[in-house]
T-cell receptor
Framework: NAGVMQNPRHLVRRRGQEARLRCSPMKGHSHVYWYRQLPEEGLKFMVYLQKENIIDESGMPKERFSAEFPKEGPSILRIQQVVRGDSAAYFC?????????????FGEGSRLTVL | AQSVTQLGSHVSVSEGALVLLRCNYSSSVPPYLFWYVQYPNQGLQLLLKYTTGATLVKGINGFEAEFKKSETSFHLTKPSAHMSDAAEYFCAVSDLRAGTALIFGKGTTLSVSS
């Protein structure tokens, strides 16, 4: 399957621990986006990355959250010192750098539960 | 700034009835518009998109949407609902010329009864 791969699909953490969510984009895609989904709130944009570059992080909380997309390997969304309010589904999407289509391809999400 | 408003967080229809999911957008430049569908515990799948050209766009599973600039709307329709259409639907807007990501509405949950 050449789709967007996210892992883990489910992650349980206790308050104060760290959560790391990984995303491998579709083959040939160089742009990665992270979204957070909370019930009744839809998908909220968090961050947009290219290889080794953060393009737009306007949706990222100022503290505890960080994202990277290294030259080699998957993109990682890191949440330090998790709190209960971080419990959500986190979706990764990828795209080619084609401004004529704009289509994002989504993974199946990582569901974080903070106890 | 761009934004999307989906009117009605829940829509219920009978099998075989018309499906109409409403989406209005706000954009300072000509927008690119999308509808995505999400089935339980899955990611989002593209239903259809409008970028340029014909304002009536046909997508997968019999869905279509019409871009109406004067009404700043992009409503999603399907003539006859099927049980398998029950899912959550998201409208999204982007201005790719600015290199921005998609901005999503809050979603509409479609229920289909037999």
């Amino acid at each position: 399957n050449a789709g967007v791969m996210q892992n883990p699909r489910h992650l349980v953490r206790r308050r104060g621990q760290e959560a790391r969510l990984r995303c491998s984009p579709m083959k040939g895609h160089s742009h990665v986006y992270w979204y957070r989904q909370l019930p009744e709130e839809g998908l909220k944009f968090m961050v947009y990355l290219q290889k080794e570059n953060i393009i737009d992080e306007s949706g990222m909380p100022k503290e505890r959250f960080s994202a990277e997309f290294p030259k080699e390997g998957p993109s990682i969304l890191r949440i330090q010192q998790v709190v209960r309010g971080d419990s959500a589904a986190y979706f990764c999407a990828s795209s080619i750098p084609d401004r004529l289509t704009g289509e994002l391809f989504f993974g199946e999400g990582s569901r974080l539960t903070v106890l | 700034a761009q934004s999307v408003t989906q009117l009605g967080s829940h829509v219920s229809v009978s099998e075989g009835a018309l499906v109409l999911l409403r989406c209005n957008y706000s954009s300072s430049v000509p927008p690119y518009l999308f509808w995505y569908v999400q089935y339980p515990n899955q990611g989002l799948q593209l239903l259809l998109k409008y970028t340029t050209g014909a304002t009536l766009v046909k997508g997968i599973n019999g869905f279509e949407a019409e871009f109406k600039k004067s009404e700043t709307s992009f409503h999603l329709t399907k003539p006859s609902a099927h049980m398998s259409d029950a899912a959550e639907y998201f409208c999204a807007v982007s201005d790719l010329r600015a290199g921005t990501a998609l901005i999503f509405g809050k979603g509409t949950t479609l229920s289909v009864s037999s």
